[in-house]
């Protein structure tokens, strides 16, 4: 079965680091671009980060700048968002998804352009 699935959501105080996980399996994840994006019950979903293709692309919403990276390594099937210095609000239910529409070496914050695959995603608290 076609599958992605993201991994690595916890609970952690503020400044605290997470790393998630966007695994793929029954496709090549390292074909698509792949953008995460986050949602909670009061907020749009929106953009955090995205990869192109390529790897040679790399986006992130403004107020992650700095603090969160994301990455392809030597697993064609895995993408990661580490994420540092995470604040209150930051706190949101975490999804990664594909672009197969988007160029080689372009990739995009907006929702819109994700019309291939979304996992169900994991949540990031952040508290005291």
């Known amino acids: 079965q076609v599958q992605l699935v993201e991994s690595g959501g916890g609970s952690v105080q503020p400044g605290g680091t997470l790393k998630l996980s966007c695994a793929s399996s029954?496709?090549?994840?390292?074909?698509?671009?792949v953008g995460w994006f986050r949602q909670t019950p009061t907020s749009k979903r929106e953009g955090v980060a995205c990869i192109s293709r390529n790897g040679a692309m790399i986006e992130y919403m403004d107020s992650v700048k700095g603090r969160f990276t994301l990455s392809r390594g030597p697993d064609k099937n895995m993408v990661t968002l580490e994420m540092t210095d995470l604040r209150p609000e930051d706190a949101a239910v975490y999804i990664c998804?594909?672009?197969?529409?988007?160029?080689?070496?372009?990739?995009?914050?907006?929702?819109?352009?994700?019309?291939?695959?979304w996992g169900h995603g994991t949540q990031v608290t952040v508290s005291p």
């Open positions: 998804a594909t672009d197969r529409h988007s160029p080689w070496d372009i990739c995009s914050l907006s929702v819109e352009r994700y019309e291939h695959y």
């Open positions: 029954g496709f090549t994840l390292g074909l698509y671009g």
